[in-house]
């Protein structure tokens, strides 16, 4: 087989038609529960990473919770204790998401901040300073198409509960 300059353009063209397609293929979206719990593990990630905008993303300017804190009240709160300069380290349990429609879903989750060096859940307890919270709320997808928590409300856990 001879190559000749017209068989390598076309060859050429079929491989950029070919990325193409597969690049510009409409993908599927994630379900509403592996939405939501994606976005959970992204907020503790950067809360881990003391980036407090990076947890403020999934949180929606019209948040509210039963303890009637706003959206710029928890992150007040998040600053303070993600930015006080110890390691912070963050572990999310018991992640339960439960949808409501494909733009509301509710969910349930323990999270422990603990400042240590750990890097296992099970290592957390020994020279930590540990608070724990379970966290109940609705996530909704708003029309940016970004899932974001828009109420909240908190129990305080106790050592016990953690076992």
């Known amino acids: ?6 068989r390598v353009v076309s060859g050429m063209a079929a ?16 379900g509403v529960k592996d939405a939501v719990t994606r976005r959970i593990i992204a907020m503790t990630r950067s809360a881990e990473d003391k980036d407090v905008g990076g947890v ?3 949180v929606s300017e019209r948040f509210k919770t039963t303890d009637g804190w706003s959206r710029q009240d928890v992150h007040r709160i998040l600053a303070a204790q993600v930015l006080r300069g ?8 018991d992640i339960d998401v439960r949808e409501v429609s494909p733009t509301q879903a509710d969910f349930q989750a ?16 020994r020279d930590s300073v540990l608070n724990a919270y379970a966290i ?5 997808k708003e ?3 970004e899932w974001r928590v828009v109420k909240a409300k ?3 856990l106790e050592p016990s509960e953690l076992l």
Do not use: C, H, N, Y
């Open 1 to 6: 087989m001879v190559l000749t300059r017209s």
């Open 15 to 30: 491989l950029v038609a070919a990325a193409l397609v597969l690049f510009l293929w409409p993908r599927e979206e994630p």
């Open 56 to 58: 403020m993303e999934g």
């Open 86 to 93: 110890q390691w912070v380290r963050v572990f999310t349990t």
């Open 110 to 125: 323990r999270f422990i901040f603990g400042r240590s060096q750990a890097d296992k859940l099970e290592d957390l307890a």
């Open 136 to 140: 109940e709320g609705t996530f909704e």
């Open 143 to 145: 029309p940016d198409g």
């Open 154 to 156: 908190q129990r305080r």
